[in-house]
Structures are given as C-alpha cells and as structure tokens.
C-alpha cells in the first residue's frame, strides 16, 4: 500500500532565534484574530511539494545532491509584513539574492517549474483580523526594529502532519552545503 505524505523544502532555524521571535512578537498576536505558528515550526519554506508517495523520497535526495556544492552563508531575518492579510511574516534582508539562487537551484533540481518566490517566516494565519488592525499590528512589531543572523548551511525535506492543534512538522533528510570560501 502506498503511504503518502504531505513534504516541503525548508530552511531550519536556530532554537535561540525561534526563541527570540516568539519572544519579540507572539504575544502581541491576539488569539482571536491570528492563529500563530508554534515556536518550534518556524523556518523558510522554500518548496511546498504537497502530498508525494513514500517512495518518492529517495528520487529527491538523488535529485538534490547537487546542491550539496551550493556553498553555505549568512541571511539576516528582518522586516515585516503580510501577504493579502492573511498571512504575517518576517522577511529575509541580508541573503535574499543567495535564498532565490537556491530556490530556482532547488525547483531546477526536482523539475517544477520555478514560482514567484518571497523568502520569509510565517508568524500567523489571519483569524479574523481586519486590514486596518492588521497595519496597526504591523506598525507596532516594525517598531521593535527585529533582526536576526542565520547561518544557511543546508537544506531540509520535512514532512507536515496536520492536526486539530495545528501541523507537526518533522525532518526526512538534510542536504549539507559546502562551507564558505
């Protein structure tokens, strides 16, 4: 029997900085207005796949080598802002060029057509919250002036399973890039 899973490319994120960005923000989301990601599922997605047969995991490692010799380096996370209000992120500053040369490595690698790219960290879901309140939010968390250094060493394939408290996300593999010249 086939068994399914639901998988996406991410970058990982080190503990003292989901520690500092549920610190800087999540209680200044109202729960009756966003649904906030848990601390510990904050990264950048860089490819959702959707839900792919088991067996198709051991095709995208082979297929991802090659960015085994993508060379690793530093992001800045920094800046905020929403999609369409319905979703709050942190944006990428430092690194963003070095993220969208990895994605359209990542999406050439694994043959899908490469998409509109936007390098960030989901914070919250919109649950209810109105555009107005939704610029007043960000104006506050702007404020607050959040920055954050990452070292990009490599690149995750996770599985998400989803439940009524939210998703679990869990690691399949990791590809390592190669240290910095």
């Given at each position: 029997m086939n068994q399914v899973k639901r998988l996406f490319f991410a970058i990982k994120l080190p503990k003292e900085v989901k520690r500092e960005i549920s610190g800087a923000f999540f209680e200044m989301l109202l729960r009756d207005k966003w649904r906030k990601v848990k601390e510990e599922n904050l990264h950048i997605t860089m490819r959702f796949l959707g839900h792919l047969p088991k067996e198709k995991i051991n095709e995208l490692r082979k297929e991802i080598e090659c960015l085994e010799e993508f060379a690793g380096f530093e992001a800045?996370?920094?800046?905020i802002g929403h999609f369409k209000n319905k979703v709050l992120?942190?944006?990428?500053?430092?690194?963003?060029?070095?993220?969208?040369?990895l994605s359209k490595k990542l999406c050439s690698a694994i043959g899908l057509r490469e998409e509109r790219f936007h390098a960030h960290v989901t914070l919250a879901r919109n649950k209810g919250s109105q555009a107005k309140e939704t610029d007043e939010l960000i104006e506050g968390m702007r404020a607050k002036k959040f920055s954050a250094k990452i070292a990009i060493k490599g690149i995750d394939l996770m599985e998400s399973v989803l439940h009524k408290s939210g998703p679990e996300y869990s690691r399949v593999f990791s590809t390592e890039f190669k240290e910095p010249q």
């Open positions: 800045e996370l920094s800046g992120w942190i944006g990428v500053g430092k690194g963003t060029d070095e993220i969208n040369l």
